[in-house]
Nanobody, 126 residues
């Protein structure tokens, strides 16, 4: 199975930045013609929501939730086994547990579409 490990969370003041990392290992996802790696977040007491995804397949591509567009940037390393989420101009409403997830095939920002999840990294913005 795929293992995902997130890192980079922490506490920051509003307007600050953080860079999250998600390292993937195991499984055969990278052997598939297409797969998707995404970031989700779950504020305390609320449901999980999609933040951004990056598509590894024909043409590639990425997308963001409207609430983070222009402030967050998703990227990957050359080996395509680590995905980053650069978060700038952070707001208190960005505070949440952030999760990395992988699915085979195309990308969505629907958490129910994803098969593999990390344990999360906490982001707190004050």
């Amino acid at each position: 199975d795929v293992q995902l490990v997130e890192s980079g969370g922490g506490s920051v003041q509003a307007g600050g930045s953080l860079r999250l990392s998600c390292e993937a290992s195991g499984g055969t996802y990278s052997h598939y013609r297409s797969y998707c790696m995404a970031w989700f977040r779950q504020p305390a007491g609320k449901s999980r929501e999609g933040v951004a995804y990056i598509y590894f397949g024909d043409g590639g591509g990425y997308d963001y939730a409207g609430s983070v567009k222009g402030r967050f940037t998703i990227s990957q390393n050359n080996a395509k086994d680590t995905v980053y989420l650069q978060m700038d101009s952070l707001k208190p409403e960005d505070s949440a547990m952030y999760y990395c997830a992988v699915r085979y095939g195309g990308c969505t920002l629907d958490a129910t579409d994803f098969n593999y999840w990390g344990r999360g990294t906490q982001v707190t913005v004050s």
